[in-house]
């Protein structure tokens, strides 16, 4: 009998293989069904790595959204063209006056909805290129600063010219950056020198297991429900009916009381709660996530957005 799979994988990615290349075992192991990660981890990084499985390949972006954190090493005194050291390697200025408390008052400069320039070598599209592609052929790539939020930056260590910091933010920042503009503003360059990513949203590394530790035998098992990945939704429970219903596409009775409260964000009125987006996930009886709705508070409905079937293997 032919499994469908349908699940979370939390894996903890080794130093020295691509995301593409842990998916790809991850692949062979759940044919026929997809497998797609959510964030890339370069080779010279490690931890948390969320791949979802069948049906729940739908859910990458929303697991994408989750907040991550770090823990990055650098050393003071060089450049790199990659902003780390797989790069090409250049002298720096001198770091001999610097020390820990110098560090800890430019961090605040980094926290925040801030401004952040990509790395020349990363992975934004240029005219239809990866940078790195362009990089790698020794064009200089002008990349634009794009926003990202830095919720917290704490430097948990600092022998000179090493230091280290626990980062906390949200998708779409690049770590390396953050250590590039900070060598930047000492004025005597820094690189990235290791990275380990702690956790994304609910996935924890200290929960996540090796791609090595995978086999036919036990990939079922591993998987964790997809629900996971939006446990910070409201839930609807769907009756027989409703279930019927958006799994034709069509819209259930939103059963009242949402107001919008903030930014399109929206509020049960009785509900004493942080407001929430328009999203909810929609669950049926065996508690499974069915899809993701989204709520329509002018009309008192519910709209399916992404319809699934229950998370069985079978």
């Given at each position: ?142 990349l634009a600063a794009r926003t990202v939020t830095i919720h ?114 929206v509020q049960h009125a009785d509900s004493a709660t942080e ?40």
């Open positions: 009998m032919t499994l469908n799979y349908c699940g979370i994988l939390n894996l903890d990615k080794p130093i020295g293989l691509t995301s593409r290349d842990v998916v790809n075992r991850v692949a062979r192991l759940v044919r026929p069904s997809k497998a797609g990660h959510a964030g890339t981890l370069d080779p010279l990084a490690t931890g948390v790595l969320v791949v979802c499985v069948g049906h729940a390949t739908r859910l990458i972006a929303f697991a994408q959204e989750g907040q991550k954190r770090y823990l990055a090493r650098f050393q003071l005194g060089q450049f790199s063209n990659t902003d780390d050291i797989t790069g090409t390697i250049t002298p720096g200025g001198d770091v001999s006056h610097i020390e820990r408390a110098h560090i800890d008052a430019l961090v605040p400069e980094f926290i925040g909805t801030v401004s952040q320039v990509p790395p020349q070598f990363s992975a934004i599209h240029v005219c239809g290129q990866r940078a790195y592609d362009l990089a790698r052929r020794g064009e200089t790539v002008d917290s930056i704490i430097v948990t260590d600092f022998q000179s010219p090493v230091f280290e910091l626990e980062i906390v933010c949200g998708s779409g920042t690049y770590v390396r950056s953050i250590g590039r503009d900070l060598g930047h503003r000492l004025g005597c360059g820094a690189i990235m020198t290791h990275l380990r990513r702690q956790a994304v949203g609910p996935f924890d590394a200290n929960n996540a297991i090796g791609p090595e530790e995978m086999t036919s035998d036990n990939i079922e098992r591993l998987l964790q429900p997809a629900i996971k990945v939006v446990s910070h939704f409201p839930q609807r429970q769907l009756t027989p009916d409703e279930i019927i219903a958006i799994r034709r596409g069509q819209s259930i009775s939103g059963c009242g009381g949402w107001q919008v409260v903030s930014s399109g964000s407001p929430v987006g328009t999203r909810v996930a929609l669950i049926g009886a065996d508690r499974l996530l069915l899809g993701i709705g989204e709520i329509d508070v002018s009309n008192d409905c519910i709209r399916p957005r992404i319809v699934f079937p229950g998370e069985s293997s079978s």
